[in-house]
């Protein structure tokens, strides 16, 4: 069992930066592949990012190529998000999850989520 719970959202003009943090409970943190997806009012769930166990490989959706970046602290059990020039299409709730499969892409693949952080981008 695996819990998460995000913080670091809020509001910021566009341009500006913000970084999320997921902290997890529980000792299996490391084994567990992490990853951001988002929601905008209206649309579906979409990928953001992903991190595999060790931290080693990352992977980003082209909407956060360059922008974002994913990094984790297994000693920490925490997964960060830090976004940089962010605009006001990347206004979502933001939500971490956990994947043991390490499928990355798929939210259907991943087995616990956090209950969302809202980041709001004003233009």
């Known amino acids: 069992q695996v819990q998460l719970v995000e913080s670091g959202g809020g509001l910021v003009q566009a341009g500006g930066s913000l970084r999320l943090s997921c902290a997890a409970s529980g000792r299996a943190f490391r084994r567990y592949a992490m990853g951001w997806f988002r929601q905008a009012p209206g649309k579906e769930r979409e990928f953001v990012a992903a991190?595999?166990?060790?931290?080693?490989?990352?992977y980003y959706a082209d909407s956060a190529k360059g922008r974002f970046t994913i990094s984790r602290d297994n000693t920490k059990n925490t997964v960060y998000l830090q976004m940089n020039s962010l605009k006001p299409e990347d206004t979502a709730v933001y939500y971490c999850?956990?994947?043991?499969?390490?499928?990355?892409?798929?939210?259907?693949?991943?087995?616990?989520w956090g209950q969302g952080t809202q980041v709001t981008v004003s233009s």
């Open positions: 999850a956990a994947d043991y499969s390490h499928t990355y892409y798929e939210s259907l693949r991943y087995d616990y």
């Open positions: 991190i595999n166990w060790s931290g080693g490989s990352t």
